[in-house]
T-cell receptor, first 116, second 108 residues
Framework: GAVVSQHPSRVICKSGTSVKIECRSL??????MFWYRQFPKQSLMLMAT?????????EQGVEKDKFLINHASLTLSTLTVTSAHPEDSSFYIC????????????FGSGTRLTVV | DAKTTQPNSMESNEEEPVHLPCNHS???????IHWYRQLPSQGPEYVIH?????VNNRMASLAIAEDRKSSTLILHRATLRDAAVYYC?????????WGAGTKLIIKP
């Protein structure tokens, strides 16, 4: 089945530094990838949708200059949290869409970001 | 806007069937119904999805009401490994609309 690999699984960084999270589709081409954020005991919140070769579309309230998304190839999308602050600490999850609606969506294993 | 409503939690005994309900009364005609489940500190795992007809796979069955305003995820024989948060999601033209999820507790 479709696999999405997300790295790192957890990261601790100092306040003010930047962190990059990678999301790779291993056995299929993902023209569209999604980035989510999840707070404890809550559902996933969509942050942005990235399409290969074009700018990401950000949800309302998500700072595009803070959460930089790059989708340079059909198998790789990256999320960079710039100038991280403790309030950015969260669980970040990527997802890739299958080739058509019959395939559903495949999620990465998530990245636990802790900013100290 | 379409949305989904799920019970906050449900309990079931091990090796018994589990029926997880979801209401989506504002669903549109082309919206797919997806179910995913999530363990703590992991990404969601695909369970099943469908459009109009009932669906079966090795993990579960999806029963969709005739008017499509509700659906039920059926786990035929729950095991302890099925304990998770189950999300009912509408795929509305590739826009995913998430429910709050049902925490399924399996009692041995």
């Amino acid at each position: 089945g479709a696999v999405v690999s997300q790295h790192p699984s957890r990261v601790i960084c100092k306040s003010g530094t930047s962190v990059k999270i990678e999301c790779r589709s291993l056995d299929f081409q993902a023209t569209t990838m999604f980035w989510y954020r999840q707070f404890p005991k809550q559902s996933l919140m969509l942050m942005a949708t990235s399409n290969e070769g074009s700018k990401a579309t950000y949800e309302q309230g998500v700072e595009k200059d803070k959460f930089l998304i790059n989708h340079a190839s059909l198998t790789l999308s990256t999320l960079t949290v710039t100038s991280a602050h403790p309030e950015d600490s969260s669980f970040y999850i990527c997802s890739a869409r299958g080739p058509d609606r019959g395939f559903g969506y495949t999620f990465g294993s998530g990245t636990r970001l802790t900013v100290v | 806007d379409a949305k989904t409503t799920q019970p906050n939690s449900m309990e079931s005994n091990e090796e018994e069937p589990v029926h997880l309900p979801c209401n989506h009364s504002t669903i549109s005609g082309t919206d797919y119904i997806h179910w995913y489940r999530q363990l703590p500190s992991q990404g969601p795992e695909y369970v099943i999805h469908g459009l109009t007809s009932n669906v079966n796979n090795r993990m579960a069955s999806l029963a969709i009401a005739e008017d499509r305003k509700s659906s039920t995820l059926i786990l035929h024989r729950a095991t302890l490994r099925d304990a998770a948060v189950y999300y009912c999601i509408l795929d509305s033209n590739y826009q995913l609309i998430w429910g709050a999820g049902t925490k399924l507790i399996i009692k041995p």
